[in-house]
């Protein structure tokens, strides 16, 4: 039991240190070739792997310069071949297109085909129809939640400057239910809800009226235009609807819902546009002007036909450029149901409901 912890000798009397040349020493990561040279392999030091926090972030610089004049490099090479290709008459190779998200997103059999004609059969029937064909003006009543807040009447104020039409009404203690049926005596043909939470706009209820449907969505992000730098005022025509990427089935409803709100005969000398943009199941409102400026180039030196005597005259050159300027509110929506008729917790019954185990994957979009 006592020469347990001791070493064993070899036969010739060496120490155990013998040979240690022979084996490849773990500290310099080195492989010997044929030739006995040995190759250092460098490890490549993370940024993420320094624990000191100025020399990491020098690190991190000096990564993110050197990416970047990889990537100047590669566009200037690309460049010079397309140039040359174009110099011999031939086609330029064609651009890789980056995998993005989108692109990428699961293959989705309610995707609205352009010469789907059972959807077009569907849109003639449905509750939008005579909105849409400009049959029927629309018009909007703009409520508030029981308990309203300080945020919620300045939002509103701002939607009725958006949407052409739209009258707010104090919802006081009615139920929304009596709402429904006053909406319906007064000819309305949308009811919006503004819902509030801590004091902060949280939720739009968007129902058409008679027959429904009824949306709900979540708001957040939401900037007033008094907060958007050098933002517009804007005019009381009719705006210009822009709907991008509602694709599905359900995107489809949804933007036909969004497209009843507005008047389908907009005045384009108001230059004003409402826009509804659809990524990744978020809705993003935007509300703009289009400006038209005229502006001088640089001076441009014109030399008159007269000989040595004459002088050299500047002519500025004009140019008419075209600007957005943001009118404002700015906000978010994402949806959570779509429910058939009009607003009913009770006996409703739902065309959609997000649920979080339908979140399954990030390239799953239902919009």
């Known amino acids: 039991?006592?020469?347990?912890?001791?070493?064993?000798?070899?036969?010739?009397?060496?120490?155990?240190?013998?040979?240690?040349?022979?084996?490849?020493?773990?500290?310099?990561?080195?492989?010997?070739?044929?030739?006995?040279?040995?190759?250092?392999?460098?490890k490549t030091i993370l940024p993420s792997m320094i624990k000191n926090k100025e020399k990491r972030a020098e690190v991190h610089a000096k990564f993110k310069r050197e990416k970047k004049l990889e990537k100047k490099k590669k566009a200037k090479a690309r460049e010079a071949v397309e140039k040359r290709a174009l110099e011999l008459g031939e086609e330029p190779p064609a651009r890789s297109v980056p995998r993005t998200i989108e692109n990428t997103r699961e293959h989705d059999e309610t995707v609205c085909l352009p010469d789907d004609e059972e959807l077009f059969v569907g849109n003639d029937a449905d509750e939008?129809?005579?909105?849409?064909?400009?049959?029927?003006?629309?018009?909007?009543?703009?409520?508030?939640?029981?308990?309203?807040?300080?945020?919620?009447?300045?939002?509103?104020?701002?939607?009725?400057?958006?949407?052409?039409?739209?009258?707010?009404?104090?919802?006081?203690?009615y139920v929304l239910k009596k709402i429904v049926e006053y909406a319906k005596k007064k000819d309305f043909t949308s009811i919006i809800v503004v819902h509030t939470n801590r004091r902060e706009p949280d939720a739009l209820i968007v129902m058409g009226v008679p027959d429904g449907p009824t949306a709900h969505f979540k708001l957040s992000k939401l900037v007033l235009r008094k907060d958007i730098k050098n933002h517009g005022n804007p005019t009381s025509h009719k705006p210009e609807l822009v709907l991008n990427n509602f694709t599905t089935r359900l995107g489809h409803r949804v933007g036909r819902l969004i497209q009843s709100l507005f008047p389908q005969d907009p005045n384009f000398r108001g230059r004003r546009v409402v826009t509804f943009h659809n990524q990744r199941d978020f809705i993003f409102f935007r509300h703009h002007r289009y400006i038209f400026e005229t502006k001088e180039n640089k001076l441009v030196e014109s030399r008159s036909k007269k000989g040595k005597d004459s002088k050299e005259e500047k002519v500025p050159k004009e140019k008419t450029i075209a600007r957005l300027q943001e009118c404002g509110p700015r906000f978010t929506l994402k949806l959570i149901s779509l429910q058939h008729g009009t607003f009913d917790t009770k006996g409703g019954e739902f065309e959609w409901v997000h649920k979080p185990e339908m979140d399954t994957s990030r390239r799953r979009f239902f919009l």
């Open 1 to 42: 039991m006592k020469g347990m912890g001791k070493r064993r000798r070899g036969g010739d009397g060496g120490s155990d240190d013998d040979g240690a040349d022979e084996r490849p020493s773990k500290r310099g990561g080195g492989i010997r070739e044929d030739g006995g040279d040995l190759v250092k392999q460098k």
């Open 128 to 173: 939008f129809s005579a909105i849409l064909k400009d049959n029927r003006p629309p018009k909007i009543l703009i409520t508030t939640c029981r308990f309203n807040s300080t945020r919620g009447p300045a939002f509103i104020a701002e939607l009725l400057t958006v949407i052409p039409n739209a009258y707010y009404y104090k919802r006081g203690t």
